[in-house]
């Protein structure tokens, strides 16, 4: 960060070198070749060129390659594909059924209960506008009442 002061020389550090040792790799000795005979003698052929010269040799077949795997007609990722797009098909509609009927209950519950109040609703208006008319309890008659000096005499 700051400059070093030109009076002095950086100071000096003993450095310590470390040489990489190679590890030698274990003796392998290489398998020693054995020559393979054929299973069969190949025919020898001869082709006469355009010019008239004839070539002898050994007749080559042509190298066939490995048969590729058969793929299955349809591909199992769009089976999956398919077979999801059915499973999630069914999901939703019983989703939306289940959504029907539960909006079916609430509205019943809320049917049942509006009836209940206003059932009980007029139980409790007719008990208490024909509690008036009813003729119950005792029925005192006075006929003459005489008052004298805050005294009832009956």
């Known amino acids: 960060m700051y ?3 030109p009076d ?4 000096k550090r003993a450095v310590e ?7 030698t790799p274990a003796a392998v000795t290489p398998a020693p070749l054995v020559p393979v005979q054929p299973g069969s ?3 020898v052929a001869s082709v006469v060129l355009p010019d008239g010269r004839v070539v002898t040799g050994y007749a080559i077949e042509p190298a066939k390659p490995e048969p590729v795997a058969t793929k299955p007609a ?12 059915v499973g999630f098909l069914a999901v939703c509609g019983g989703l939306l059924l289940l959504t029907t009927f539960i909006t079916a ?12 109040a206003v059932i009980f609703g007029g139980w409790i208006a007719v008990q208490v506008f024909s509690a008036s008319s009813h003729k119950g309890g005792n029925t005192f008659n006075i006929r003459k009442a005489v008052f004298k000096r805050n005294h009832f005499n009956g």
């Open 3 to 5: 400059p070093e002061h």
């Open 8 to 11: 002095h020389a950086p100071a």
């Open 17 to 23: 070198v470390h040489q990489p040792t190679p590890i």
């Open 41 to 43: 003698v190949p025919a």
């Open 74 to 85: 349809v591909s199992r990722t769009a089976v999956n594909v398919a077979l999801g797009g």
């Open 105 to 116: 209950l609430t509205a019943l519950v809320t049917q049942l209960i509006t009836l209940a």
